[in-house]
């Protein structure tokens, strides 16, 4: 059978992948991308898109429960959880008909089955209609990751659940333990404390949301037990047994272990790359706990071969794919594009109240010797804030203290993840304090709290 020659082949279609591949051909390439499951990948189908969708029905339902406070009235205020999983489903089928859609708009060919690399240049696709042949000069390597298993902790689709199952539940959770903190076990947590679960999050480090500026990690905490949440830090699930109609979790704090009951276990610690049956190893291709090895440029050092995304190793953000995939076209094509910085990519955390960060630490710019200047505004110094029924959140910048650069911004409260993108402008335009002081935003806007946060690290702020 002869190949079917392409100029690049992507291999996965999320994120990073589809927009790698659009990309391209924008740029004149012949492109293909193999899929084994579904145009949009993990974002748009079983993550990012999907989450989205049931975390802004649980924010109706809890505004709607506190229509009194606005001068409202909702009797009877409830929720169907079926209706609210179909929504999230429809949306998540919309956007994947929209990729499907691009596909066809940008002229790039679809290949539907499980690709493997059998020779530099070349891309074997299986399916249930046999193998194809591929070849290019070009592979990009953009097959994502799957939900990581602890041994005992794996979840078997009943009791104890990964994000997939948790996005189309079995049953509706009274007695809920989430493990682990990061944005996807907090964002579950959230999820499912406001439509009611008695909710408890177990983590390993001394604090939740641990990549987080700890003050920011701190006072979400505080949220999230004033809403009903169990926090257990510096703790540890030993062990589950599992029942018919429930889990008996074995929790290790404080240096010793108990037994809690609860009805669904969701396990979210961390993430897997998929890097399995892709022939990699004999490519000379180097992976590192799941992930293969690159450079700033997305470079795996195989002539011709590079891995973008969530395979290449952190952050693990479905916007740092996507930017990777435009860089690593534009360099394919004979461009010259800025590697990708990841110190300047937004983490964003959809819980109530989110969060939303970019840049270092206070800890950490310490840690790297900076001398630096603090900046706070809490949101209930925001009129926009104080009106929207908002008022609780804070602002945080960290400045280096002789150049002015900003070298973190983090946040938490209502709408922080639409924020943050200003401080992330502000950092690849080099921006420091003077600048930001000198801008104008907007009144009444929640923005303005990010100006304040910048006039408060240099002793001038205005409203507090």
């Not at 279609?13 to 927009?19: D, F, I, T």
């Not at 079926?82 to 691009?102: C, E, F, M």
């Not at 950490?364 to 900046?375: C, F, L, P, R």
Request: aromatic share 6%.
């Amino acid at each position: 059978m002869a190949d079917k020659a392409f100029d690049v082949v992507v291999i996965g279609a999320g994120p990073g992948g589809y927009v790698a591949a659009i990309r391209a051909a924008q740029l004149g390439l012949g492109v293909a991308i193999v899929e084994r499951e579904n145009l949009g990948g993990i974002c748009l189908n079983w993550g990012c898109i999907p989450t989205k969708a049931l975390l802004r029905s649980a924010e109706v339902l809890h505004l709607m429960r506190r229509a009194g406070e606005f001068g409202l009235k909702a009797e009877g205020v409830g929720f169907d959880l079926p209706a609210v999983v179909k929504r999230s489903r429809k949306v998540a089928g919309q956007l994947t008909a929209g990729v499907k859609h691009l596909m066809k708009k940008n002229k790039i060919t679809v290949f539907m089955g499980e690709a493997a690399i059998p020779a530099r240049g070349r891309v074997t696709v299986t399916s249930d209609k046999g193998q194809e042949e591929l070849s290019a000069k070009n592979i990009v390597l953009a097959t994502g990751a799957r939900a990581r298993e602890l041994p005992g902790l794996e979840a078997d689709g009943k009791r104890v659940w990964s994000y997939r199952h948790a996005l189309q539940p079995p049953h509706t959770p009274e007695r809920l333990l989430v493990i682990g903190s990061g944005a996807i076990g907090i964002e579950f947590a959230s999820f499912y404390n406001t439509l009611g679960a008695e909710t408890t999050v177990v983590e390993v480090m001394e604090r939740i949301l641990p990549a987080e500026d700890a003050e920011i990690s701190g006072f979400a905490k505080k949220q999230f037990v004033k809403q009903g949440m169990t926090i257990m830090e510096k703790a540890t699930v030993k062990k589950l047994d599992r029942k018919a109609k429930g889990v008996t979790a074995h929790i290790e704090s404080g240096g010793k272990t108990e037994a809690h009951e609860f009805d669904t276990v969701i396990s979210a610690v961390g993430i897997t790359g998929n890097v399995e049956n892709l022939g990699l190893e004999a490519l000379g291709v180097t992976v590192d706990r799941s992930h293969v090895v690159v450079d700033e440029y997305c470079r795996t050092g195989v002539e011709g071969l590079y891995a973008i995304g969530d395979v290449a190793g952190a952050p693990w953000l479905a916007h740092k794919a996507s930017h990777e995939g435009v860089m690593v076209a534009e360099l394919i094509a004979g461009g010259d594009p800025h590697p990708v910085r990841p110190e300047s990519i937004a983490g964003c955390t959809y819980c109530q109240p989110q969060v939303a960060s970019v840049g270092m630490t206070e800890a950490e710019a310490k840690d790297a010797g900076h001398d630096i200047k603090v900046g706070r505004f809490p949101f209930i110094g925001n009129g926009k804030a104080i009106a929207l029924g908002e008022a609780e959140g804070l602002i945080k910048t960290v400045f280096d203290a002789g150049t002015g650069e900003l070298l973190g911004a983090h946040m938490v409260g209502a709408e922080v993840t639409e924020l943050i993108q200003g401080y992330v402008i502000g950092r690849t335009l080099e921006t420091t304090e003077a600048e930001l002081i000198q801008t104008v935003f907007p009144h009444p806007t929640l923005s303005e709290m990010m100006h304040e946060a910048v006039l408060d690290a240099y002793g001038r702020v205005i409203h507090m």
